[in-house]
């Protein structure tokens, strides 16, 4: 079975501290992805990657940036968290047949 | 702009049958797909669709037309863990690059 893992299930975080999600897969998947979810805004994806060293900004980047050094790891990095950083986060990766497969989530808080 | 649009809420009773629409407007569609959620839980995959017409799969059905831009979910005998949020996702880019454009939701409540 596909294994997507998140460092954490939950974290929580000063305003301006600097953040890391590391979401690690065990399939060999190019694809990795992250997003946040909130409540009534469904998934948005922040960055995405078809590989390693390569990233993509998805449809809210702002306030976040990405590594790729691996490719079974895909990092999320708030570099100065803010309260409208508070959210659940979610890592997925994707297979051949167009799959995505999710981690457990981390949910953010940031006070 | 890129927008899915499907109905935020639906209830439907044990043992009944229930179909989640989802309509889309994308620069590009190579695909619809749809994904479960329970509460706290991680969305899983349940379909996808690429050419028109219907994918049945158990108890679960899913159905695409790309002329009219619309898709469904329909779930029959319906059971209270069936209660959760659905999700539509159009994939916009063909080949290996290409990334998933997600609804957002549809939380269906199962009732006794």
């Known amino acids: 079975d596909v294994k997507v893992t998140q460092s954490s299930r939950y974290l929580v975080k000063r305003t301006g501290e600097k953040v890391f999600l590391e979401c690690v897969q065990d399939m060999d998947h190019e694809n990795m992805f992250w997003y946040r979810q909130d409540p009534g805004l469904g998934l948005r994806l922040i960055y995405f990657s078809y590989d390693v060293k390569m990233k993509e900004k998805g449809d809210i980047p702002e306030g976040y940036s990405v590594s790729r050094e691996k490719k079974e790891r895909f990092s999320l990095i708030l570099e100065s968290a803010s309260t409208n950083q508070t959210s659940m986060y979610l890592c997925?990766?994707?297979?051949?047949?167009?799959?995505?497969?999710f981690g457990p989530g981390t949910r953010l808080t940031v006070l | 702009g890129q927008s899915l649009e499907q109905p935020s809420e639906v209830t439907a009773v044990e043992g009944a049958i229930v179909q989640i629409n989802c309509t889309y407007q994308t620069s590009g569609f190579y695909g619809l797909s749809w994904y479960q959620q329970h509460d706290g839980g991680a969305p899983t995959f349940l379909s996808y669709n690429a050419l028109d017409g219907l994918e049945e799969t158990g108890r679960f059905s899913s159905f695409l037309s790309r002329s009219d831009s619309y898709g469904y979910l329909l779930l029959q005998e319906l059971q209270m863990k069936d209660s959760a949020s659905y999700f539509c996702a159009v994939r916009d880019h063909g080949g290996s690059q290409g990334n998933l454009i997600f609804g957002k939701g549809t939380k269906l409540s199962v009732k006794p």
């Open positions: 997925a990766s994707t297979n051949l047949n167009n799959e995505q497969f």
